[in-house]
């Protein structure tokens, strides 16, 4: 079973910039993020091929967050610019156990980190 943990979270005030990242303890695949809001289920934020970058973002995100890997660390980043309060949720790494193209499907994905909360203030 491969753990993943999450580090890089916190408050930070609208506009300003957060970068979160996700150390695997195995080998994985694609491996991605989500988050959850409050009262809301958890949804697609972000994911990366393990060969060749190839990325997605939800349509909320692109232009203002960037996934990035580096494969000989297992670690998975997601730098987040111009935050704004709607960003405000626990955001979960996840991993994908097969190879297989860059998917965005919650059960796609066979292990999950624990989470870290990021909140930005108005």
């Known amino acids: 079973q491969v753990q993943l943990v999450e580090s890089g979270g916190g408050l930070v005030q609208a506009g300003g910039s957060l970068r979160l990242s996700c150390a695997a303890s195995g080998r994985t695949f694609s491996m991605g993020w989500f988050r959850q809001a409050p009262g809301k289920e958890r949804e697609f934020v972000s994911a990366?091929?393990?060969?060749?970058?190839?990325?997605s973002y939800a349509d909320s995100v692109k232009g203002r967050f960037t996934i990035s890997r580096d494969n000989a660390k297992i670690t998975v980043y997601l730098q987040m610019n111009s935050l704004k309060p709607e960003d405000t949720a626990v955001y979960y790494c996840?991993?994908?156990?097969?190879?297989?193209?860059?998917?965005?499907?919650?059960?796609?994905?066979?292990?999950w980190g624990q989470g870290t909360q990021v909140t930005v203030s108005s």
């Open positions: 990366i091929s393990k060969i060749g970058g190839v990325t």
């Open positions: 996840a991993a994908r156990s097969l190879p297989g193209t860059v998917v965005a499907g919650i059960r796609d994905y066979d292990y």
